[in-house]
Every structure is written in structure tokens, then in C-alpha cells.
């Protein structure tokens, strides 16, 4: 009964009621918004969690570099300048100092400044459908065999068979012309299958040059680098006499899901710093694909 009284006096009192009605007011607004502010969170943290990452060597055997700066693109012909090309070895030079390049006639000092900066170079020559500069390629590579002794090996082609444009009748004159004058390993580089499929490329060659890239095949992230030494066992066990060295392999940043795979820098991250761990102390010969990533 005094409760009862205590509380209706309290309930009469104009000013506890203005702040009974004023808490009212604030309170449920404030756990409705805190909830909310919850779900955000736990979204958030599905989708961004933290992972738990293998630690990588700090030196890397190598990386595939093509040069072109963050606004630019072969496909709209924007080269990069000489200091922008300098500028990217500099800061590959405390990490590696290997480097596989895929053409001759674009951007072609490339070759002087890794040379002054002391990078050995897969070099290369690219080709499509065009004879005439299939030609020069070939023309341009042969002279900076000839000039820079630090170009150790050369590559002729690129996925040239994967994209078809041209047979292996008409790429292997390529590979042949430019055996008999380098005095250097000649390859073409393709994917794993190209290769398996192939067995008459490998008689043109005096190494495969192979391009690992699981996450065009839909391969999952968490499985990726275990598929990627399968296939490559399997070229070594159809190959036995041949040096094999990846001349791509790597992860995206971004792009499209293809099948179970998924383009992001988690992804990315997590696939190069377990394929580093596991190759450290085993005698892969690989380059990493990208150097620098290029949205194009």
C-alpha cells in the first residue's frame, strides 16, 4: 500500500512525469539504434574478419612485371615513362632481382634499366596474329640477346596457343628461328593443359614456361596452392627432362568470382604467402603474377 501511494504521488509530480516521459523517449530509440549498430557489426565481421596468415619468406624468386601504371593500358596503347619504369624496379630491387618481361618493342628500355640495377631477365617476345610485327618482335629480341648479358632465358609468345591465334605449326618457325641465334634457354610460355596437350611444343623448347593461375580455373582459395603443384607435378612426370619454371602464378586483388574462387586482397594475400611458405626450401624456379597490380 505505502508502495502504491509512493508511486501514484511520483506519477502526480509534474516533473517526475516529464522525465518518465522523456526516458521513455530516449531509452527504446537508443536500444532500437544499438541493435541495429549490432547486425551492422556482425555483418561487417562476416564479411571482413581477420585471417590468420602464414608467414612468407621476404624474398621472392621472382615477378612477372609488364610496366603499365595505374591509368594506363596496352589495350588503349598508354605506355609508361622511363621514370615510372625506374621508379617500379627500385621498388621490386630489395625484394628480388629476377624479372620476366613479355615483349620487345614497347617500352624498350626496360631491359638497360634492369641491367643497371642488376635484375636478371626472362625476356620476351610477343606474338599474335600479325606477321609483320611478329617480325620486329622477333628482330628486337634477338638484338637485346645480343646487348645484354643479363638477359639468362627468352620467352616466345604468350599463350599464343591458348588464345589461338596462331597453330603450333605456325609458332614453332618462331621458337626454332630463335634457338638456332640466342645461345640462351628459349621457351613459349602457356597454362598447364596447353602444355599436356602438346607433347610436340616440348621438343621446340629448351625449358616449359608454365602459368599456374587456379583462380581462373574456379579453384577455391583454401585449395589453390596444393592444385597448383598437382598440375605441376604432372608436367614434371610427363616431362621428366625438361626444366620446368612458373612463369605466372598469383591471385587478384579484384575481378570477378569464377566458379568457387574469389578475387580480393585477403585472397590474394593468403594464396602468395602460403605458395612463398611452401616453396622456400625446395627448388622452384616461379614469378609471381603481378609485380604491381594494374586494374586493366
Known amino acids: 500500500y505505502r508502495y502504491t501511494v509512493e508511486k501514484t504521488a511520483k506519477l502526480r509530480n509534474p516533473l517526475w512525469s516529464t522525465m518518465h516521459q522523456l526516458i521513455k523517449r530516449l531509452v527504446f530509440p537508443f536500444l532500437f539504434a544499438a541493435l541495429i549498430a549490432l547486425a551492422h557489426f556482425g555483418i561487417w565481421a562476416f564479411t571482413n574478419h ?24 596496352p589495350l588503349e596503347r598508354e605506355f609508361p615513362s622511363t621514370a ?18 613479355y615483349g620487345s618493342l614497347d ?10 640495377l642488376k635484375f636478371k631477365v626472362i625476356a620476351g617476345a610477343w ?17 637485346k640477346i645480343k646487348f645484354y648479358p643479363n638477359i639468362e632465358r627468352a620467352i616466345v609468345g604468350n599463350e599464343v596457343l591458348l588464345r589461338k591465334d596462331l597453330t603450333l605449326e605456325q609458332l614453332t618457325p618462331y621458337l626454332d628461328e630463335v634457338r638456332k641465334t640466342a645461345g640462351i634457354p628459349i621457351s613459349t610460355a602457356e597454362p598447364w593443359h596447353v602444355w599436356l596437350k602438346n607433347p610436340e611444343l616440348v621438343k621446340h623448347v629448351d625449358f616449359i614456361a608454365v602459368h599456374l593461375l587456379p583462380y581462373h580455373e574456379g579453384v577455391p582459395v583454401e585449395a589453390a596452392v ?3 603443384m598437382q598440375r605441376y607435378n604432372e608436367l614434371m612426370n610427363a616431362y621428366p627432362r625438361k626444366k620446368i619454371i612458373i612463369t605466372e602464378i598469383g591471385w587478384p586483388s579484384r575481378g570477378p568470382d569464377i566458379g568457387a574462387a574469389r578475387a580480393s586482397e585477403i585472397n590474394q594475400a593468403r594464396f602468395i604467402r602460403e605458395f612463398l611458405a611452401k616453396t622456400a626450401y625446395q627448388n622452384y624456379d616461379y614469378y609471381l ?8
Open 84 to 101: 615510372e619504369l625506374a621508379r617500379d624496379l627500385k621498388l621490386l630491387d630489395p625484394l628480388t632481382n629476377r624479372i620476366r618481361l
Open 50 to 73: 581477420t585471417l590468420q596468415l602464414l608467414d612468407a619468406p621476404p624474398i621472392v624468386r621472382g615477378f612477372a612485371y609488364s610496366g603499365y601504371q595505374k591509368d594506363q593500358s
Open 289 to 296: 603474377m603481378e609485380a604491381i597490380d594494374q586494374p586493366w
Open 107 to 116: 617500352y624498350s628500355e626496360i631491359t638497360a634499366l634492369a641491367s643497371k
Open 127 to 143: 606474338i599474335n596474329q600479325d606477321k609483320v610485327m611478329n617480325a620486329r618482335e622477333v628482330d628486337a629480341l634477338e638484338e
Open 226 to 228: 596444393d592444385y597448383a
